[in-house]
C-alpha cells in the first residue's frame, strides 16, 4: 500500500525549530521528488520545497522565497524518511504542513510548485504558534 505518514507538528513558541518527518510506505522516497506543502487558515496552500531524487535524479532542491535560509528538506534512505526542518520567527503563521511524493519522477519542475501534480499526499500535520 502506497502511503505517507507525517509526524511532528503541534503548539510551538515564536523563534522556536521544530522537524516535521514523512515516512513512506509502498514505494522507496530517494528515488523520487518529494516535498512540502503548507496552508494557513483561510490562505492558499503554498508549496514550501521541493527536492529530486539522489538517485536518478538531479538532487535539487527547491525552497519558497517565504522560507528560505529558515527552511531545510532532507531524506534518511535508512527509514524511507523526509524531513523538514523549521525555523519559526516571530511572524510566522499556523498552518497545515503536507508532505507529497511523486511515485516515478527523480527531477522536480516549475509544476513541483502546484498542489495537483503530486501523486501521493500525507495525512497533514498542524503546526500552531503561540501568539
Known amino acids: 500500500q502506497v502511503q505517507l505518514v507525517q509526524s511532528g507538528g503541534g503548539l510551538v513558541q515564536p523563534g522556536d525549530s521544530l522537524r516535521l518527518a514523512c515516512t513512506a510506505s509502498?514505494?522507496?522516497?530517494?528515488?523520487?521528488?518529494v516535498g512540502w506543502f503548507r496552508q494557513a487558515p483561510g490562505k492558499e496552500r503554498e508549496a514550501v520545497s521541493c527536492s529530486s531524487s539522489p538517485m536518478g535524479g538531479d538532487g535539487a532542491t527547491y525552497y519558497s522565497d517565504s522560507v528560505m535560509g529558515r527552511f531545510a528538506i532532507s531524506r534518511d534512505g535508512a527509514t524511507n524518511t523526509v524531513y523538514l526542518q523549521i525555523q519559526l520567527p516571530n511572524s510566522e503563521p499556523t498552518a497545515f504542513y503536507y508532505c507529497m511524493s511523486e511515485r516515478e519522477t527523480r527531477t522536480f519542475g516549475p509544476a513541483c510548485r502546484i498542489s495537483g501534480y503530486w501523486e501521493v499526499w500525507g495525512q497533514g500535520t498542524l503546526v500552531a504558534v503561540s501568539s
Open positions: 509502498g514505494f522507496t522516497f530517494d528515488h523520487v521528488v
